[in-house]
């Protein structure tokens, strides 16, 4: 039998490259998108979706029993900078969110669950280079708390009440298609729009922090590749490491230079940069490859590529 999935936060980033990719590989009817509100046009008019608030328990039931899901991924999220801002909203919709999707799992209305956790558990006394799946983490970032803390739950379901929940902790995610909100490592992306726009870029983060990053297509293949893995073949279940690339501000740059000559980056660090000091600067991985195969495709010449190729045909389109 098909599976049938609610992606809860489909209009975000990942939420809806997710959907787009799902729904390509067992069918748009099997794949019910949802999110707080309407903003994203071209995912509410693909497919089948569902205006639900990720905090409201009885909305997700509700939704989850009439098109008999049996598979949830929680994307929604308030991300590390905007989380610093607002940080009980922060805490209130990543907790919260997770508990409401959990229970489901317990109560066995659904099956399995997906929730992405982050390099942002880490923290100032973390082991910056290489680091393991098993570490100190100290978070220092509201957002980042709220994802250790999930990570210990999902652990904690999977072993008390037997539920099927899977994750993994996403590095920056590189894209084209829906603009993230609210992260430290957007600049990552900023940098592309803006290069292309005016040909300059003032960074919010130093010209040589370093932060591990992703294309998006291989964030969306490691996300599903890990729910079709066998459960018994995964050690981890609070959160798997997932590394791509690692590259500085600098070194992004100089990629862009080599396609748009003229481009010029100035930097005006902000707050972000001292959260982005308390993550990694790169992230071993050695268990997701040896559990679930995960192997990254992308490196920074071949996303730069990808990014300028399609953010100027969306320009010029
Ligand atoms: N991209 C996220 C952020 O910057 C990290 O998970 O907040």
């Known amino acids: 039998m098909t599976s049938k999935v609610l992606i809860i936060g489909a209009g975000g980033q990942i939420g809806s490259e997710l959907t787009y990719t799902l729904r390509q590989k067992i069918g748009v009817d099997n794949v019910i998108a949802s999110d707080i509100n309407k903003n994203n046009l071209e995912l509410v008019n693909s497919g089948a979706f569902e205006l639900i608030d990720a905090k409201d328990f009885d909305a997700i039931k509700n939704c989850v029993e009439k098109h008999n899901i049996d598979t949830v991924y929680l994307m929604a999220a ?14 209130d919709l990543n ?18 669950v997906f929730w992405p956790s982050s390099i942002a558990v880490f923290g100032p006394t973390t082991p910056k280079t290489n680091t393991p799946q098993h570490t100190i983490m100290e ?16 652990e904690y379901y999977h072993k008390n009440y037997n539920v ?23 600049y990552a992306i900023d940098i592309f729009h803006q290069a292309i726009a005016n040909k300059t870029y003032e960074c919010f983060i130093n010209a040589d922090t370093e932060l591990p990053m992703m294309f998006m297509d291989d964030a969306v293949r490691a996300t599903i590749d890990l729910m079709e893995a066998k459960g018994d073949d995964l050690s981890i279940r609070s959160s798997y ?4 690339i690692s590259f500085t501000p600098t070194e992004i740059a100089q990629t862009i230079k080599t396609h748009i000559s003229e481009f010029q980056i100035t930097y ?27 192997e990254h495709n992308f490196d920074l010449e071949q996303i730069t590529n990808e990014m300028l190729t399609q953010l100027i045909k969306t320009v010029t389109s």
């Open 78 to 91: 308030m991300l590390s900078a905007t989380g610093e801002k607002y940080p009980e909203a922060a805490w």
């Open 95 to 112: 907790m919260t969110s997770l508990f409401n999707v959990l229970n489901l799992a317990k109560e066995k209305i659904i099956k399995k």
């Open 139 to 154: 978070p220092t970032t509201v957002y980042g708390i709220t994802k250790q803390v999930g990570e210990r739950w999902c």
């Open 164 to 186: 099927d929940v899977r994750s993994v902790r996403y590095p920056g995610i590189i894209s084209w298609k829906t603009l993230p909100g609210g992260g430290t490592t957007d």
């Open 241 to 244: 490491n997932l590394a791509g």
């Open 268 to 294: 005006k660090p902000d707050f972000r940069q001292q959260i982005a000091d308390t993550w990694p600067k790169s992230i071993n991985d050695s268990v997701a490859r040896k559990d679930w195969g995960w």
